[in-house]
């Protein structure tokens, strides 16, 4: 037996001694204490594996001592010793936590019987406070752990399901509860009776039944309209090692954006496809006319052909130009040369541009500098190109004799840019869709203009990339009014605005 620490409690002097020789010629360590009171305070002030309690000391008597032990260390291992043994008093020492009973006097042989007993209860007590905490520390790792795995499961964004093999749902999460907008689900209950959505419980009574070792996808809707919500089921079987089935898990997502995306993608496609075909067919067939000889000896006929194949083909490049643009500035975190401008020369250089268009047209462009210097914030060109896209529809849309007026002022914080022009104007219904790719108003007036229905989704991105705003204004058959809002360059002093 390894060696222990023993505590001997006895106000013989002879007892304590005699114990203490037997004792250390084993190999233990041993304390003594010639009363009660000072048994229990080197108790207190140290560890020891089995204390021998004399039953009658004065003071704190072994009976007041042994509940004093009990009360410190619940399992403290004591053995009372006493030469008054009998059958009361061995019941009240055990009743108190005593663990056995050594009558007086007692042989060397007697008291290591009965101290081999005591410390192999000792190491029995250790191993099973040990093990109990063990557990203990087991249990509160095993609580964590689950506790981790709930928040990171409470956490997902995708909804999960799982269901056992007797179809019970036996997990959720609250993402499953917001995509399928219920309050709450029963644990326990089957898969087709708490989730009232057909196209789910068949995926899942599927994946149930066949236990294929693949996961099924499917797609349904909740809600309806403006409310609809599209969400996709994964479907995964849950099989042990030995292949048997256990349950299924199903992951729900929420692939609404996605699907509006794939249908805008979709529909720009169509649309870009027709704005091609269209002026590429006409081109075509004016070519086809040339070539087959139909125009005969006829130069001016040929020439009008060519002119229109060429404007034909001019409307191609500026819906590629548009195009390319639009793409650009879709470019998340587009890299742009900002720099101070000053809005009132950019315009006067625009509007010059525009001066043999404008005389083709037979409209006059009024625009006259203003005194105060107006600066932005922003890329030149883009700025450029978004004058110019307002400009040229004033122009383009503008009747013969008319005028277009281009003005520039401050308003608050922002500089103020408006083209106004006394052309076709836009019917009020027709308004709110204006800037939507490749919509244009078609009406009898503006069938023959030249025009790609990009412009003005340029000039929506090129402000937004500068936090600017574009107001509309127009009365069908008097003209319109686009007033475009810029933050203004912060002078020395002032905090810029945010870009």
Same mark, same amino acid.
């Given at each position: 037996m390894s060696s222990a620490r023993i505590l001997v409690v006895d106000d013989e002097q002879g007892i304590r001694e005699g114990c203490r020789r037997v004792l250390t010629a084993e190999g233990h360590e041993v304390d003594t204490a010639d009363d009660g009171a000072a048994g229990l305070e080197a108790f207190r002030a140290d560890h020891y594996d089995l204390v021998l309690v004399d039953l009658r000391m004065p003071g704190l008597s072994g009976m007041e001592l042994l509940g004093a032990l009990r009360e410190h260390d619940a399992d403290a291992v004591a053995v009372i010793?006493?030469?008054?043994?009998?059958?009361?008093t061995a019941v009240e020492a055990t009743k108190r936590g005593a663990y056995d009973y050594l009558a007086k006097p007692f042989t060397p042989d007697e008291l290591m019987a009965i101290v081999t007993r005591g410390l192999a209860h000792c190491r029995l007590l250790t191993e099973a406070r040990r093990l109990r905490e063990q557990r203990e520390r087991d249990l509160l790792a095993l609580a964590s752990e689950q506790s981790r795995l709930r928040t990171i499961i409470d956490c997902m964004a995708d909804g999960l399901l799982v269901m056992n093999r007797d179809h019970q749902l036996v997990l959720y999460n609250p993402a499953a509860l917001r995509l399928l907008r219920r309050d709450e689900l029963t644990l326990g209950d089957l898969a087709s009776r708490c989730l009232d959505c057909p196209e789910l419980v068949d995926t899942i009574e599927t994946t149930l039944k066949t236990q294929a070792p693949t996961r099924t996808q499917r797609e349904f809707t909740i809600g309806a309209g403006?409310?609809?919500?599209?969400?996709?089921?994964? =479907?995964?079987p849950v099989v042990d090692e030995k292949g048997e089935g256990l349950g299924v898990i199903a992951v729900l997502r929420d692939v609404t954006a996605q699907k509006e995306v794939e249908r805008v993608k979709a529909s720009f496609v169509n649309m870009v496809s027709h704005e091609l075909r269209a002026?590429?067919?006409? =081109?075509?067939?004016?070519?086809?006319?040339?070539?087959?000889?139909?125009?005969?000896?006829?130069?001016?006929?040929e020439r009008r052909m060519l002119t229109r194949v060429r404007a034909r083909t001019d409307g191609l490049l500026s819906l590629v130009d548009d195009l390319l643009t639009v793409s650009r500035l879709d470019q998340p975190n587009l890299p742009?040369?900002?720099?101070?401008? =000053?809005?009132?020369?950019?315009?006067?250089?625009?509007?010059?541009?525009?001066?043999?268009?404008?005389?083709?047209?037979q409209v006059r462009i009024q625009y006259a500098v203003p005194a105060t210097q107006l600066s932005v914030m922003a890329n030149r060109e883009e700025l450029r190109q978004l004058f110019t896209n307002l400009i040229s529809n004033a122009v383009k849309y503008n009747r013969a004799g008319g005028s277009v007026t281009v003005t520039v002022d401050m308003v608050g914080e922002n500089v103020r840019v408006a083209v106004s022009d006394t052309g076709l104007g836009i019917p009020a219904d027709a308004i709110p869709d204006l800037g939507r790719e490749f919509y244009r108003v078609k009406t009898s007036e503006t069938r023959e203009i030249v025009g790609t229905g990009l412009g003005l989704s340029v000039v929506k991105r090129i402000l937004a990339a500068y936090h600017g705003r574009l107001e509309i204004a127009s009365r069908e058959g008097e003209g319109s009014t686009f007033t475009v809002f810029l933050p203004k360059l912060a002078t020395a002093g002032e905090k810029a605005p945010a870009t």
């Open positions: 010793i006493t030469a008054y043994a009998s059958l009361d403006q409310d609809e919500t599209v969400v996709r089921v994964t =479907a995964v002026p590429l067919s006409a =081109a075509r067939g004016y070519l086809d006319v040339i070539l087959d000889g139909f125009v005969g000896d006829n130069p001016e006929k742009r040369t900002v720099e101070p401008v =000053a809005v009132a020369e950019l315009l006067s250089d625009t509007v010059e541009l525009f001066a043999a268009e404008a005389e083709a047209h």
